[in-house]
């Protein structure tokens, strides 16, 4: 007898987060794609959109409000800017639905670190469901597995913040840097900024341009200083600088922090090791490792290699992600899985592609 496949309603299906979480689906064993929802484009097949599809997906588009979107089903991505997923999320979880939600909605588990969110980056600090903050999780499985496992509400964690959490997270556990010396240097692809066209990604504007941004504050920062404050046991600041690379996909975050005792580059490399065991999606690797974007591209794989400056006394972190994967489609599915009891790497032990 054929196991009972989780039915899935995939909104904002025709971005970037949508498509990845489509694509990761279609290779699923556990997975029906039941539904897709978008604003945009609503009407079509979703292989009129993306041709390379056909055959594999060709469902149709519904807008959020047609009469075929508003079935009962057993997980619902939301694939959305911030305040879709605060709006909509309750009525998925009160038809019997597990959410995960994309944006900076329930990243948060009170509304006072919500507010901090939203007031640093001047948006609209009023949630519209704060109720349903505390019941939610953060949702990045090595640091908070079993807490997902028992969740109906997760809130996919960004893609700059999982670089950065996953890079200093065991030398925080461990108390081997100084809190408040964490510097976080991240590089992006374009794909990072979104599907929706800007005059800054036009592409005779990024081609062979290299620029920072956001310099006044990210909307990452929050989670990356919260989430390594509860492993540190104490207040954790960090110096956070986004840049923009001319390629497509990838995010290569180098972490810097001040050692608090001498340690060797094996010393570090054994405590990031034991936090993070075997057989994740976490590879820890010495300062010689020739790896680089490529080498997780189009994985679920976060890259960390471990190099210690013992002339200046600090701890260098190289953490390596593709943002459209570990950063938000991968990890998602990682969560489904958690969330689903299913084994972790389901749909997503696979090499990626190289070069």
Not at 164 to 177: D, H, N, Q, S, V
């Amino acid at each position: 007898m054929n196991e009972k496949k989780i039915r899935i309603k995939v909104v904002g299906a025709t971005g970037y987060g949508g498509l990845g979480i489509i694509d990761l689906l279609l290779g699923h064993p556990n997975a029906e794609i039941s539904c897709l929802v978008a604003r945009e484009e609503a009407g079509k097949r979703i292989s009129d959109v993306y041709p390379h599809l056909a055959g594999f997906c060709d469902l149709p588009i519904y807008a959020p409000d047609a009469p075929e979107a508003q079935g009962a089903f057993d997980l619902v991505f939301f694939s959305t800017p911030d305040r879709v997923g605060m709006a909509d999320a309750r009525k998925e979880l009160e038809k019997g639905a597990k959410v995960i939600d994309y944006s900076g909605d329930f990243r948060f588990t009170t509304l006072d670190a919500y507010v901090d969110y939203a007031t640093r980056l001047g948006r609209d600090p009023n949630h519209l469901s704060p109720d349903l903050l505390g019941t939610n999780v953060y949702g990045m499985p090595e640091l908070h597995r079993a807490e997902i496992a028992k969740a109906n509400l997760v809130g996919n964690p960004g893609c700059f913040a999982t670089s950065c959490i996953l890079g200093l997270a065991p030398a925080m556990k461990a108390r081997i840097i100084k809190p408040g010396s964490a510097i976080c240097d991240c590089k992006s692809g374009v794909s990072g900024a979104g599907k929706k066209p800007k005059p800054t990604f036009h592409y005779p504007e990024r081609y062979e341009n290299i620029n920072a941004y956001r310099l006044s504050g990210h909307q990452h920062v929050c989670e990356v200083e919260r989430e390594l404050g509860l492993l540190y046991g104490g207040e954790v600041k960090v110096t956070f600088t986004a840049q923009v690379l001319p390629i497509n996909r990838g995010i290569l975050s180098t972490l810097y922090g001040d050692l608090e005792r001498d340690m060797s580059e094996d010393d570090v490399i054994k405590i990031y090791r034991d936090f993070y065991g075997e057989g994740g999606f976490v590879r820890v690797l010495p300062s010689t490792a020739a790896v680089g974007t490529s080498s997780v591209r189009c994985t679920n794989y976060c890259d960390i290699v471990v190099s210690v400056d013992r002339r200046t006394g600090k701890l260098r972190i190289v953490s390596i992600i593709d943002n459209l994967m570990k950063g938000q489609a991968g990890q998602a599915l990682q969560n489904m899985n958690v969330m689903f009891g299913l084994p972790e790497n389901a749909g997503l032990d696979r090499p990626g592609m190289y070069p």
